[in-house]
């Protein structure tokens, strides 16, 4: 019996140690996969501390308190500053000035002779720019009332069509308004303030805001020509950036050439977006883009990627990943641009066929080289989520069953992302190489959309649709004018007259 209590014993002793073994395995696992979610966790916020605008997307205004960011671009050995040659920007007297003040010689200067009376042998002139005491001149308009003699009715004359109140801004000041909020994207009471301060013009944001909303309305068939015109262009840039109409996300689009600009707002970013501006509907030539996918549902047109953003990415993944194919990818992208550079400076259109064939052999090799060098580990599967019960609307609303979870997630690592990305849009990337009407990168539609998120840094937000419609329009057309190098201020003051100044409509 005591042999047999034994063996009892000892069969519960065991049973005991292999549920707590059981246990400590189960907790080991759980430990284990609690390791790996926060290194991949730790390896994600270390790429995001990593990245900056040198390496990244990100802007360079994202920078608070790092170094400025190396150049990727080669040093010409040339000094600082203007270059031998450069016409400068110096003052130059004019021929007829407003004002001429002269000093008189009164007395010698040795003998104290009276000289008043002698008269001047030369004359040495020199010219100061300044502003008049009143800068506001008030004109009144009065219509006269006669009466004829002969038959004696009383015909009054009339005023001219753009007078219509009895005290009103001309629209040169209401063109100052205008170029204040939108050009110079200044708040409507600091503008307000400014003409105050600056004219002694007291204008109230309601008027200022109605001001607005008249040039938009007067710019309408403007946009639609300049629309037109980019559709039909050979090479349009195409971004977009987030913005805020009030409390709700929204978008603004530019598509642009080197001499027209069109800004589109919607609160949309993707295909839904490029429906409602309409401007890509119908595009054939190149679009010069960031990547980004939505870009790629448009089958119509042709696609050039943005190498400077290539170029970044490569930077980052040979500085933080030390991936040295990147490297030499860079590499050989900045020397394609130094080469059509070089080829555009010396007159030629197109680069010959075996140069081309050469530089896409070196470019595939790299390609290879870099999936030969990247070793994919990819992260063992998380565990599904654990779907969520449906939220039941109203009284009568029945519970659907939760959808089955699909397979986990593995992921992926930025080279080989980067890398499929290469691969699968090299003719995008290497268009600039094939037509030298497209360019090396995107930085014109990068240019055009700076100033957006300028005057959503100064205001925070726009407050309705309808005055981000108007910026958009006004800003586009203000765009045109200084890219093509017209006045500004006459050309609004023309728009408030109703006789908007139309700008050249060719894209290129």
Same mark, same amino acid.
């Given at each position: 019996?005591?042999?047999?209590?034994?063996?009892?014993?000892?069969?519960?002793?065991?049973?005991?140690?292999?549920?707590?073994?059981?246990?400590?395995?189960?907790?080991?696992?759980?430990?284990?996969?609690?390791?790996?979610?926060?290194?991949?966790?730790?390896?994600?916020?270390?790429?995001?501390?990593?990245?900056?605008?040198?390496?990244?997307?990100?802007?360079?205004?994202?920078?608070?308190?790092?170094?400025?960011?190396?150049?990727?671009?080669?040093?010409?050995?040339?000094?600082?500053?203007?270059?031998?040659?450069?016409?400068?920007?110096?003052?130059?007297?004019?021929?007829?000035?407003?004002?001429?003040?002269?000093?008189?010689?009164?007395?010698?200067?040795?003998?104290?002779?009276? /000289?008043?009376?002698?008269?001047?042998?030369?004359?040495?002139?020199?010219?100061?720019?300044?502003?008049?005491?009143?800068?506001?001149?008030?004109?009144?308009?009065?219509?006269?009332?006669?009466?004829?003699?002969?038959?004696?009715?009383?015909?009054?004359?009339?005023?001219?069509?753009?007078?219509?109140?009895?005290?009103?801004?001309?629209?040169?000041?209401? %063109?100052?308004?205008?170029?204040?909020?939108?050009?110079?994207?200044?708040?409507?009471?600091?503008?307000?303030? *400014?003409?105050?301060?600056?004219?002694?013009?007291?204008?109230?944001?309601?008027?200022?805001?109605?001001?607005?909303?008249?040039?938009?309305?007067?710019? *309408?068939?403007?946009?639609?020509?300049?629309?037109?015109?980019?559709?039909?262009?050979?090479?349009?840039?195409?971004?977009?950036?987030?913005?805020?109409?009030?409390?709700?996300?929204?978008?603004?689009?530019?598509?642009?050439?080197?001499?027209?600009?069109?800004?589109?707002?919607?609160?949309?970013?993707?295909?839904?977006?490029?429906?409602?501006?309409?401007?890509?509907?119908?595009? %054939?030539?190149? /679009?010069?883009?960031?990547?980004?996918?939505?870009?790629?549902?448009?089958?119509?047109?042709?696609?050039?990627?943005?190498?400077?953003?290539?170029?970044?990415?490569?930077?980052?993944?040979?500085?933080?990943?030390?991936?040295?194919?990147?490297?030499?990818?860079?590499?050989?992208?900045?020397?394609?641009?130094?080469?059509?550079?070089?080829?555009?400076?010396?007159?030629?259109?197109?680069?010959?066929?075996?140069?081309?064939?050469?530089?896409?052999?070196?470019?595939?090799? *790299?390609?290879?080289?870099?999936?030969?060098?990247?070793?994919?580990?990819?992260?063992?599967?998380?565990?599904?989520?654990?779907?969520?019960?449906?939220?039941?609307?109203?009284?009568?609303?029945?519970?659907?069953?939760?959808?089955?979870?699909?397979?986990?997630?593995?992921?992926?690592?930025?080279?080989?992302?980067?890398?499929?990305?290469?691969?699968?849009?090299?003719?995008?990337?290497?268009?600039?190489?094939?037509?030298?009407?497209?360019?090396?990168?995107?930085?014109?539609?990068?240019?055009?959309?700076?100033?957006?998120?300028?005057?959503?840094?100064?205001?925070?937000?726009?407050?309705?649709?309808?005055?981000?419609? %108007?910026?958009?329009?006004?800003?586009?057309?203000?765009?045109?004018?200084?890219?093509?190098?017209?006045?500004?201020?006459?050309?609004?003051?023309?728009?408030?007259?109703?006789?908007?100044? /139309?700008?050249?409509?060719?894209?290129?």
């Amino acid at each position: 019996m005591k042999q047999e209590e034994q063996i009892q014993r000892l069969l519960e002793e065991n049973a005991d140690l292999r549920k707590q073994v059981s246990e400590l395995l189960q907790e080991v696992s759980q430990l284990r996969q609690q390791v790996l979610d926060l290194s991949e966790q730790v390896e994600h916020l270390r790429d995001q501390l990593a990245k900056d605008s040198h390496n990244s997307h990100q802007p360079p205004s994202s920078q608070r308190f790092r170094r400025q960011p190396k150049s990727l671009r080669k040093k010409r050995g040339k000094k600082a500053g203007g270059q031998p040659g450069h016409p400068g920007n110096t003052l130059m007297q004019v021929a007829t000035p407003d004002t001429v003040i002269v000093h008189e010689v009164q007395t010698c200067v040795q003998c104290k002779l009276d /000289l008043s009376q002698v008269p001047s042998l030369q004359v040495q002139r020199r010219q100061v720019l300044d502003l008049p005491i009143k800068r506001v001149v008030v004109l009144e308009h009065q219509a006269e009332a006669k009466c004829c003699p002969a038959c004696h009715p009383l015909t009054q004359a009339s005023f001219p069509e753009e007078i219509k109140a009895r005290v009103q801004y001309s629209c040169a000041l209401g %063109a100052i308004g205008v170029y204040l909020v939108q050009q110079q994207v200044l708040p409507y009471e600091r503008a307000c303030e *400014l003409m105050l301060d600056l004219l002694g013009v007291s204008m109230s944001t309601g008027e200022l805001a109605g001001l607005v909303q008249r040039t938009a309305s007067a710019l *309408l068939p403007v946009e639609a020509a300049i629309c037109e015109a980019l559709a039909k262009g050979e090479v349009l840039h195409q971004d977009e950036t987030g913005c805020w109409v009030n409390t709700k996300h929204a978008y603004v689009h530019v598509s642009c050439s080197q001499t027209l600009t069109h800004y589109g707002g919607s609160s949309h970013r993707g295909k839904k977006a490029f429906s409602e501006i309409g401007l890509l509907k119908d595009f %054939a030539g190149t /679009l010069i883009h960031d990547g980004w996918r939505s870009y790629f549902l448009l089958d119509k047109c042709k696609h050039g990627l943005c190498n400077v953003h290539l170029l970044r990415d490569l930077t980052f993944l040979l500085e933080e990943k030390n991936q040295r194919w990147a490297a030499l990818m860079r590499d050989l992208l900045l020397d394609l641009g130094q080469a059509v550079r070089s080829l555009k400076d010396a007159g030629q259109t197109q680069m010959r066929e075996e140069e081309v064939a050469d530089w896409r052999r070196r470019y595939r090799d *790299l390609l290879k080289q870099g999936l030969k060098e990247h070793q994919e580990k990819p992260l063992p599967a998380k565990p599904p989520p654990k779907p969520r019960e449906p939220v039941r609307r109203g009284r009568n609303s029945a519970k659907k069953a939760p959808a089955p979870p699909g397979p986990a997630k593995v992921a992926r690592s930025p080279s080989l992302n980067l890398l499929e990305r290469l691969s699968k849009y090299e003719d995008a990337v290497l268009a600039f190489l094939t037509d030298f009407r497209v360019p090396f990168s995107n930085n014109q539609a990068e240019r055009d959309l700076r100033m957006v998120k300028v005057q959503q840094k100064i205001s925070g937000c726009f407050r309705s649709w309808a005055g981000m419609q %108007a910026f958009c329009r006004i800003r586009g057309y203000l765009s045109c004018l200084r890219k093509q190098g017209l006045p500004i201020l006459s050309a609004l003051e023309q728009t408030l007259l109703g006789h908007p100044l /139309l700008p050249a409509l060719s894209p290129s």
